[in-house]
């Protein structure tokens, strides 16, 4: 003999839901739905995305802030580190920029670098960090400029036909769109 089944509010097969339109049989009501959202303004934000933004209003003044991978899934991955360190980039402790930081992201009472989930906060003169966005950006451009030219002069890398012909050039057409994206620095 079977032995009867446990009801479980997520259980298609336990309960049928209630047809909409059917009136309940001899005034019996109608059980509740079992899936009801509540109301948005009952929502809290999700934390973990907005968790380690620092809004550029709150950065020391003169000085630009970033995150740096220290270690992936508890390795280190002491090369990203490293590269950032060459760029000018210095390890944010909690008692730097009087203390501004402390027990924001770590324990108040710890003395030390800010770390969070194998990202390190790292600090470095906002003039640096704007000459660095420059130079990518300049760097950016001049690529777009050298592909563009080939592209006017025929000069497509592994086109088997004549791209010097005049009707291929004529063909080429270039279209330009600007999205805005991070550019990481080096």
């Known amino acids: 003999?079977?032995?009867?089944?446990?009801?479980?509010?997520?259980?298609?097969?336990a309960a049928p839901m209630p047809h909409s339109k059917r009136a309940p049989d001899n005034g019996a009501s109608l059980?509740?739905?079992?899936?009801v959202l509540r109301?948005?303004?009952?929502y809290v934000e999700f934390e973990e995305e907005t968790q380690l933004r620092?809004?550029?209003?709150?950065?020391?003044?003169?000085?630009?802030?970033?995150?740096?991978?220290?270690?992936?899934?508890?390795?280190?991955?002491?090369?990203?580190?490293?590269?950032?360190?060459?760029?000018?980039?210095?390890p944010v402790h909690q008692e730097d920029f009087?203390?501004?930081?402390?027990?924001?992201?770590?324990?108040?009472?710890?003395?030390?670098?800010?770390?969070?989930?194998?990202l390190v906060l790292?600090?470095?003169?906002?003039?640096?960090?704007?000459?660095?966005?420059?130079?990518?950006?300049?760097?950016a451009e001049q690529r777009v400029q050298i592909k563009e030219a080939q592209l006017r002069m025929g000069d497509l890398g592994g086109v088997t036909l004549a791209a010097d012909h005049p009707s291929a050039v004529r063909s080429n057409?270039?279209?330009?769109?600007?999205?805005t994206i991070a550019v990481p620095l080096k």
């Open 1 to 13: 003999m079977a032995t009867p089944r446990e009801h479980t509010p997520f259980d298609p097969t």
């Open 31 to 35: 059980k509740p739905p079992r899936h």
């Open 39 to 42: 109301p948005i303004e009952e």
């Open 54 to 90: 620092i809004p550029k209003n709150e950065w020391p003044a003169g000085f630009a802030l970033k995150w740096v991978t220290e270690s992936v899934w508890g390795q280190p991955f002491p090369q990203v580190r490293a590269r950032s360190e060459k760029g000018g980039w210095v």
């Open 98 to 118: 009087d203390g501004a930081y402390r027990g924001r992201f770590m324990p108040h009472d710890f003395n030390g670098k800010i770390k969070v989930d194998g």
């Open 122 to 139: 790292m600090a470095r003169p906002q003039t640096w960090s704007d000459k660095a966005e420059r130079v990518n950006r300049s760097r």
């Open 173 to 179: 057409i270039i279209e330009r769109s600007v999205d």
